[in-house]
């Protein structure tokens, strides 16, 4: 093999490794993006569940639980 065709197979290799690598990277980010959108999904449900629960008429001492409950 020649010199030429030695650095030309490096540089097929290293471009390979690289394509697979973005590929993984790729996947993580995508995953990534998924749970980010069900976490925001959980914390604006829980933002409106807390906002409603303000709403709510106010409760008095005797119709709170006691701590120990």
Known sequence: MSEFEDS???VQTKIAFLEQAMG???D???RQHKE???L???FKAL???LA???LDEARTIE???PPHY
């Open 28 to 30: 993580v980010v995508f």
């Open 52 to 54: 409603g629960a303000s």
């Open 63 to 65: 119709q709170e639980r």
């Open 47 to 49: 933002k409106d569940r």
């Open 40 to 42: 925001d999904a959980q």
């Open 36 to 38: 980010i959108q069900a």
């Open 8 to 10: 030309l197979e490096r």
């Open 24 to 26: 993984e990277l790729s």
